[in-house]
């Protein structure tokens, strides 16, 4: 059975940074891309940041551009989104998702990952 377990999150203060760790486990995403998503109460999942299989394509969503650093442990067969300049307006739940698909660049769409972690909670207040 494969699982996305994140952990890291929590309360973070504005202008400060965190970083989420995201394990997989029930199989490898050596080759695929995988992502972190965000969900803020009352609105859509967005895409944040995300590699392809090979790391070679990474991309953060303009939101967090400069700020948002994706990032992934292939031997542990984990993720990182290492957050700084935190700001108000990043509180949310942050997923982890991890794509089937050998994409060559980061696909930003949530239908392209086939698997999510449960996420955890990121709040910065203001």
């Known amino acids: 059975q494969v699982k996305l377990v994140e952990s890291g999150g929590g309360l973070g203060q504005a202008g400060g940074s965190l970083r989420l760790s995201c394990a997989a486990s029930?199989?490898?995403?050596?080759?695929?891309?995988m992502g972190w998503f965000r969900q803020a109460p009352g609105q859509e999942r967005e895409f944040v940041a995300g590699?392809?299989?090979?790391?070679?394509?990474?991309y953060s969503a303009d939101s967090v551009k400069g700020r948002f650093t994706a990032s992934r442990d292939y031997a542990k067969n984990t993720v990182y989104l290492q957050m700084n300049s935190l700001k108000p307006d990043d509180t949310a739940v942050y997923y982890c998702a991890a794509s089937s698909g050998g994409y060559t660049t980061t696909p930003v769409w949530a239908g392209a990952y086939n698997y999510w972690g449960q996420g955890t909670q990121v709040t910065v207040p203001s």
């Open positions: 590699m392809s299989g090979s790391g070679a394509s990474t």
């Open positions: 029930g199989r490898t995403f050596s080759n695929n891309a």
